[in-house]
T-cell receptor, first 113, second 113 residues
Framework: KAGVTQTPRYLIKTRGQQVTLSCSPI?????VSWYQQTPGQGLQFLFE???????NKGNFPGRFSGRQFSNSRSEMNVSTLELGDSALYLC????????????FGPGTRLTVT | AQSVTQLDSQVPVFEEAPVELRCNYS??????LFWYVQYPNQGLQLLLK??????LVKGINGFEAEFNKSQTSFHLRKPSVHISDTAEYFC???????????FGDGTTLTVKP
């Protein structure tokens, strides 16, 4: 099976702009979770989507949003970018049922200038 | 609320020596526990998981971990490390499912020749 893919791998944006990141899960996986990784805050949970519905949400401002499509692909959007949004954004997919584990993609490195 | 504390931010060790990476968690309910490894510029890879049952869990690459409910710990061990084990290791806990995990700050394992 192909692994989790994330596009783009690297991105440079300017403060105030918005950005959309994409995640394609492993075939058959119905759940996609997003995490933000920074040197200062570590790995923080953003949200999880399961069968096109947001199932869990972390403590991030409303500028961070996401969605999942019928083919389980997911996108996350960050509006009005701030310098502090610079991070590695990781996507993870899994079957969505207890007993299974997440598989992580390589991440998208977002730099906000 | 759940939380994870990785007690060592950096662990240097010589090749072929044993290693233990320590992880304590806090939760008011039963939890699922995970250890992940992250190599530079890559996503996270699952080493092992504890969901229920035997408290000694064996994972990939010769790693194992022991769940201790009374001490709320889930320490990772390897009897003999290799240079290739140099990486960042993350302990994670989830009260609900793998899709919403809380991660520790990570432990950098450096294996020296």
């Amino acid at each position: 099976k192909a692994g989790v893919t994330q596009t783009p791998r690297y991105l440079i944006k300017t403060r105030g702009q918005q950005v959309t990141l994409s995640c394609s899960p492993i075939s058959g996986h119905r759940s996609v979770s997003w995490y933000q990784q920074t040197p200062g805050q570590g790995l923080q949970f953003l949200f999880e989507y399961f069968s096109e519905t947001q199932r869990n949400k972390g403590n991030f401002p409303g500028r961070f949003s996401g969605r999942q499509f019928s083919n389980s692909r997911s996108e996350m959007n960050v509006s009005t970018l701030e310098l502090g949004d610079s991070a590695l954004y990781l996507c993870a997919s899994w079957e969505g049922v207890v007993g299974y584990e997440q598989y992580f993609g390589p991440g998208t490195r977002l730099t906000v200038t | 609320a759940q939380s994870v504390t990785q007690l060592d931010s950096q662990v240097p060790v010589f090749e072929e020596a044993p290693v233990e990476l320590r992880c304590n968690y806090s939760s008011s309910v039963s939890v699922y526990l995970f250890w992940y490894v992250q190599y530079p510029n890559q996503g996270l890879q699952l080493l092992l998981k504890y969901l229920s049952g035997s408290t000694l869990v064996k994972g990939i690459n010769g790693f194992e971990a022991e769940f201790n409910k009374s001490q709320t710990s889930f320490h990772l061990r390897k009897p003999s490390v290799h240079i290739s084990d140099t990486a960042e290791y993350f302990c994670a806990v989830s009260e609900t499912d793998a899709g919403k995990s809380t991660f520790g700050d990570g432990t950098t394992l450096t294996v020296k020749p």
